[in-house]
Structures are given as structure tokens and as C-alpha cells.
């Protein structure tokens, strides 16, 4: 088992900042990749971002140039740093684990809210 806690969700204007960081406990020592999703309502849930151990990242075409994942092998944290951020960058966003066996692991969410 894997849990994963998300922090610094919230309230931003357009073109602001915002830092999400997901800390993750129990079975680190198999996780292959983490990642954020997000999900706005009314839509399926997306890739934001993904970077494995190794540091290859994957982002989403809507948040290249705009966000940037980063991963902290020793403290097993995974944040994404969203800059220069839009209206429709608002959902909720969920950090993800997926391990070595391809075992699926969730955060509960965090809301951001992007004001224009």
C-alpha cells in the first residue's frame, strides 16, 4: 500500500503561482512514477504532469512552457510548480503513484481555483 497526501492547493489569479506537493508513505520503495492529474467538473480526469525515478518527465500539451513536476527521491515527494496560470486550469488535482507491479495509488485531491 501506498498513501499519498497532497498540500498548497487553493485560490489564484490568472496568471499567478501556485506550488502542490504530495508526500508519499508506505511502499515508496516500489513506486515506479508519480504524477498529478486533475479533474474539472463536468470532465474525465486528466494528465497534468508525470516524472519517473530516473527524472524523464511527461506533461500534458495545455501545461507545457506553464508547469513544471518535480520528484525528491530521498523525501519521496513529488510537486508540481504551476505558473502563469489560466481560468482553465481550474479542477481538482489528484497526486498519483503508480508502482512497480503497476499498482494504482490516489491522494484524496486538492482544489485550485484560478480567477480571472
Known amino acids: 500500500q501506498v498513501q499519498l497526501v497532497e498540500s498548497g492547493g487553493g485560490l489564484v489569479q490568472a496568471g499567478g503561482s501556485l506550488r502542490l506537493s504530495c508526500a508519499a508513505s508506505?511502499?515508496?520503495?516500489?513506486?515506479?512514477?508519480m504524477g498529478w492529474y486533475r479533474q474539472a467538473p463536468g470532465k474525465q480526469r486528466e494528465l497534468v504532469a508525470s516524472i519517473t525515478g530516473s527524472g524523464s518527465t511527461n506533461y500534458a500539451d495545455s501545461v507545457k512552457g506553464r508547469f513544471t513536476v518535480s520528484r525528491d527521491n530521498a523525501k519521496n515527494t513529488v510537486s508540481l510548480q504551476m505558473n502563469n496560470v489560466k481560468p482553465e486550469d481550474t479542477a481538482v488535482y489528484y497526486c498519483n503513484a503508480v508502482l512497480l507491479d503497476w499498482g494504482d495509488y490516489w491522494g484524496q485531491g486538492t482544489q485550485v481555483t484560478v480567477s480571472s
Open positions: 508506505g511502499r515508496v520503495f516500489s513506486i515506479r512514477a
